[in-house]
């Protein structure tokens, strides 16, 4: 492997809008403390829908791609405890400076010098990407490529519902938005032993997204278009309310209702991001709950060998959310899926 070869990356060109396109880039060369991975399925997250209409930060001309699997085909100079052949996926905080009180307090994805494969320095939608070893997990045999790919997404939500979020047995959970992240919240909570859990989505859901949110051990939905969500979650817990509320829509008025449907002092979690600088929220009838409200953003150490583990023993089957697969060339059509809410998780095959 030498820098001469070279490979096909998606970049965001420039600022703005738009601005991507497929562009021949050099294959990296990896330093004495990294690795070259050969990547093998990458999804396309709603942080790169945020990037192709310029609503997230982003450092171009930029190869995009945060959620990868890989092979490690090339290891650096110094790299003694990875070997040619393993199959990893990574933790996408590159270059969080290790000093400043985020990183020493073990938060290194929370770094404000962090910058990410994908946005802040080349990623994922190429044949090749070099990740620092600190950063790697190994994932098991039996867990496919496409699988592995979603460790990332996945990891954000044990984060968000288990270790922060914590479930507890019998917790009625209500999951706010069945997109790729809802449904993965939904199989966390089942596996933590949720006692009922209602999802709550609108009619387009449900043709299919709803559908799987049935098959994967819903046992309520409640279509936010087509009724009062929150008299139906009231009436569903006998007047109590939910113990806890994942909401992963980012709609302004399905982050309203989250207050009315929790009970007194539950907890809700924030995964879902409205994309506007401000919203409406109830206020006052959020302190009469004496409700917990979590913010969540990127995924500490622990998540990710709990959620490979998790996706290994099917009790995150990441398989429910794949919904399309194409090779790179045809990242126009899995963008355009993905951006109009028509599947769930599309990866990319560089
Ligand atoms: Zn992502
Ligand atoms: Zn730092």
């Not at 980012?250 to 209702?257: E, N, T, V, Y």
Request: aromatic share 6%; hydrophobic share 40%.
């Amino acid at each position: 492997m030498s820098t001469t070869q070279s490979m096909m990356g998606l970049y965001k060109t420039a600022k703005g809008p738009g601005n991507m396109e497929l562009r021949q880039a050099p294959v990296p060369e990896p330093r004495p403390n990294e690795v070259l991975l050969e990547i093998k399925a990458a999804g396309i997250c709603g942080t790169d829908i945020h990037i192709k209409h310029d609503q997230f930060p982003y450092w171009p001309p930029v190869i995009m791609g945060h959620e990868f699997a890989g092979e490690i085909i090339q290891l650096g100079s110094q790299v003694t405890d990875f070997k040619i052949g393993e199959r990893v996926v990574g933790e996408p905080h590159t270059k969080a400076c290790g000093k400043c009180e985020l990183c020493r307090t073990g938060n290194i994805q929370l770094c404000a010098q962090k910058r990410s494969p994908g946005w802040g320095i080349d990623g994922a939608f190429a044949r090749y990407l070099v990740m620092p070893t600190h950063l790697l997990h190994r994932i098991p045999e039996n867990m496919s490529d496409e699988e592995a790919a979603i460790v990332e997404p996945a990891a954000n939500v044990v984060q968000d519902v288990l270790e922060r979020g914590k479930v507890e047995p019998n917790d009625t959970v209500v999951v706010i938005g069945p997109g790729a992240i809802g449904l993965l919240s939904v199989m966390a909570a089942r596996a933590a032993g949720a006692g009922k859990v209602i999802v709550v989505g609108t009619a387009k859901d449900l043709p299919f997204r709803l559908k799987v949110a049935q098959e994967i051990g819903a046992d309520e939905i409640v279509l936010a278009d087509e009724g009062d969500a929150v008299a139906v979650v009231q009436r569903m817990t006998d007047g109590r309310g939910a113990d806890y509320v994942v909401e992963a829509s980012g709609s302004p008025r399905a982050i309203a209702s989250a207050v009315g449907m929790v009970r007194r002092m539950g907890r809700i979690s924030q995964i879902g991001l409205t994309g506007k600088p401000e919203i409406s929220f109830p206020w006052d009838a959020a302190a009469w709950k004496v409700c917990t409200i979590l913010f969540n953003l990127s995924t500490g150490y622990t998540c990710w060998d709990r959620t490979i583990g998790m996706i290994a023993s099917k009790k995150i089957d990441a398989r429910k959310v794949i919904t399309r697969i194409e090779p790179l060339q045809n990242w126009e059509l899995a963008f355009d899926d993905a951006e109009h809410a028509r599947g769930l998780k599309a990866l990319l095959i560089p």
